[in-house]
């Protein structure tokens, strides 16, 4: 069983970079493949990015494909989403999340067993 957490989100400028980590507790993390989701006010949420448990395969929206990217480092338990290139758009409480799913299920929230509490990202001048 694996526990994420996100810690606090920010502000960003348009145009820039943010890197939001999610650590999770549990001896297994390395077991399980890694999402993030994301939910804007007034909006339903949406699949952002996920990573195999090896890291050996990545999914990202249309979104954000070429923008963010989303590796892993099994040794610190820790996920990460690095955006580039914000936009306000952007702007949601973002989640991350784990699954023992096949990968196939990766953009599915469904497939997640464990959630984090979200963390909130805006991106305004």
């Known amino acids: 069983q694996v526990q994420p957490v996100e810690p606090g989100g920010g502000l960003v400028q348009p145009g820039g970079p943010w890197r939001p980590s999610c650590a999770a507790s549990?001896?297994?993390?390395?077991?399980?493949?890694m999402g993030w989701f994301r939910q804007a006010p007034g909006k339903e949420r949406e699949f952002v990015a996920a990573?195999?448990?090896?890291?050996?395969?990545?999914e990202d929206a249309d979104s954000v494909k070429g923008r963010f990217t989303i590796p892993r480092d099994n040794a610190k338990n820790t996920v990460y989403l690095q955006m580039n290139s914000l936009k306000p758009e952007d702007t949601a409480v973002y989640y991350c999340?784990?699954?023992?799913?096949?990968?196939?299920?990766?953009?599915?929230?469904?497939?997640?067993?464990?959630w984090g509490q979200g963390t909130q990202v805006t991106v305004s001048s």
């Open positions: 549990g001896r297994t993390f390395n077991s399980y493949a």
């Open positions: 990573i195999s448990w090896s890291g050996g395969r990545t």
């Open positions: 999340a784990a699954s023992q799913r096949p990968f196939e299920l990766a953009r599915a929230g469904y497939a997640y067993d464990y």
